[in-house]
């Protein structure tokens, strides 16, 4: 810290900064407070998992907007932020979807080629993964 005495201008800044800022930590533990609550609670799970993606947000943004002091900054740095939230979002929605449990084939991944059953399954499916092959190379052609 520096050593260097503050006006009075802005200690009184200084001190409001404060107080903002535990006033927040107060409002932000009354929010997980309720949050603690609706699970203790015996809510429908689509009501409360409405409730508590809310209440996150709510949490989430707060926390972004006050301590990261979005709010004191230009626009623009705020827009670039919540461009790059929204893209991030997406991403991980798009890969969520692209490698969900259901659209994996859970038994080909867990099938051990030293079995009777995979040289079966394979002696089956050879002759038509080689006519398709071929089919394919003729029709360039």
Known sequence: MS???LSKDQLNKEEKHFHHFYNLAI??????M???ILIVLPFVKGFLFCSLVVLSLVKFFTVIFIFMHLVYDKMIYTLLFVAGLILATGTVIALSVLFSPNRVDQDAISMNPETEEFRKISEQTAPRVRQAIWTSEHQLV
Do not use: M, W, Y
């Not at 409002?27 to 997980?32: E, G, K, N, Q």
């Open 27 to 32: 409002i932000l533990s009354f929010v997980t």
């Open 3 to 5: 050593d260097i005495p």
């Open 34 to 36: 309720v949050e603690v």
